[in-house]
């Protein structure tokens, strides 16, 4: 079956850093995604890492994936109270358009 | 370049009444979604166009929801009537032509039936 799912909440200060964490079912995904959706706005893509890696770092962020354990989590360094938001993990297969959401991590930065 | 453009950003109307968003993607991408994101959920694909064709639209409610992309470019949905559990955020978003193709969100309308 697929299935997403995802903390609901996490708070960090100001400067630290921010891990957030996903798990999904689907053995057969490509494709795991990072979207960042603030208030008011649509889902902005962060990052995303193909199945075959295990790790991907894009500037403040790094993205570790555990395929056996079907894990996946997204490292924001320095966090800044710019970073609030709801962050979504979604996954994906080569074969299909579809994407399946997790229901979101809200993160809020203390400054 | 402009991103997704959908209107109305909100609605609000009684159930039983009709309602209807529009949106506009990116010029070129022949790809398009509809998503239906519930509060304090994920989003969940309705239906997926290619050009004006709709190639997946097996999670839309039919008995009341349609849609239609004349020309390939914009496109609406359409809800009626509407019931009280169609309050949602209703997100569009666009790719160009391939399955691992960035999709672009819209910001969404924000649909409250009362």
């Known amino acids: 079956g697929e299935d997403v799912e995802q903390s609901l909440f996490l708070s960090v200060r100001e400067g630290d850093s921010s891990v957030i964490n996903c798990t999904y079912t689907?053995?057969?995904?490509?494709?795991l995604y990072w979207y960042k959706q603030e208030p008011g706005a649509g889902l902005q893509l962060l990052t995303y890492?193909?199945?075959?890696?295990d790790m991907k770092q894009d500037q403040r962020l790094t993205v570790l994936l555990n395929k056996k354990d079907k894990h996946l989590s997204l490292r924001i360094a320095d966090t800044q109270t710019g970073d609030s938001a709801i962050y979504f993990c979604a996954e994906g297969r080569d074969s299909s358009y579809k994407l399946i959401f997790g229901s979101g991590t809200r993160l809020l930065v203390r400054p | 370049e402009a991103g997704v453009v959908q209107s109305p950003r909100y609605k609000i109307i009684e159930k039983k009444q009709p309602v209807a968003f529009w949106c506009n993607p990116i010029s070129g991408h022949n790809t398009l979604y509809w998503y239906r994101q519930n509060l304090g959920q994920g989003p969940e694909l309705l239906i997926r166009?290619?050009?004006?064709?709709?190639?997946?639209d097996s999670q839309l409610p039919k008995d009341r929801f349609s849609a239609e992309r004349l020309k390939g470019v914009d496109s609406t949905l359409k809800i009626q009537p509407a019931e009280l559990g169609d309050s949602a955020v209703y997100l569009c978003?666009?790719?160009?032509?391939?399955?691992?193709?960035?999709?672009?969100f819209g910001p969404g309308t924000r649909l409250t039936v009362l």
């Open positions: 978003a666009s790719s160009q032509g391939t399955p691992m193709a960035e999709q672009f």
């Open positions: 166009y290619e050009n004006e064709e709709a190639v997946d």
């Open positions: 890492i193909f199945s075959n890696m």
């Open positions: 689907d053995s057969s995904s490509t494709y």
